[in-house]
């Protein structure tokens, strides 16, 4: 691995630990507060953080990708979309099959989709 991809999977990490930090809040907030079922709360704080972590993948995470396109945009939000389906998927086996509490879900659905964003994401926004 050279310098520069580790330090795009530092930045890439750093930007997932806000990222998850940020689902996790509205995860949290929709769910006990606003008496969201878990599954519709999760969708809802899963694209929110998908908007927010594309922002900071162009600007921080993967340098040289500051030239967008529409094209990258799309396949980059398209991603984004099987990583929702991956993460509801997820949510589902854990809590209603698995009987896991649904925060503790949303580590293992985060591992997963996580693996699937670092994969995809990185041809999505670069040359």
């Known amino acids: 691995m050279t310098r520069e991809r580790l330090l795009e999977l530092v930045r890439f990490c750093m930007v997932g630990g806000v990222s998850l930090a940020l689902d996790y809040a509205?995860?949290?907030?929709?769910?006990?507060?606003?008496?969201?079922?878990?599954?519709?709360?999760?969708?809802?704080?899963?694209?929110?953080t998908v908007v927010f972590n594309y922002w900071?993948?162009?600007?921080?995470?993967?340098?040289?990708?500051?030239?967008?396109?529409?094209?990258?945009?799309?396949i980059f939000f398209a991603t984004g979309a099987v990583g929702l389906v991956l993460n509801q998927l997820c949510m589902w086996l854990f809590v209603s099959v698995a009987g896991l509490h649904y925060l503790i879900a949303k580590l293992g659905a985060t591992v997963i989709v996580t693996i699937w964003n670092y994969l995809t994401k990185r041809k999505a926004v670069r040359d």
């Open 56 to 74: 900071l993948c162009v600007v921080y995470v993967f340098k040289g990708a500051a030239k967008q396109t529409w094209r990258r945009a799309i």
């Open 26 to 48: 509205i995860l949290y907030a929709l769910t006990e507060w606003a008496g969201v079922w878990y599954l519709y709360s999760s969708a809802i704080s899963f694209s929110v």
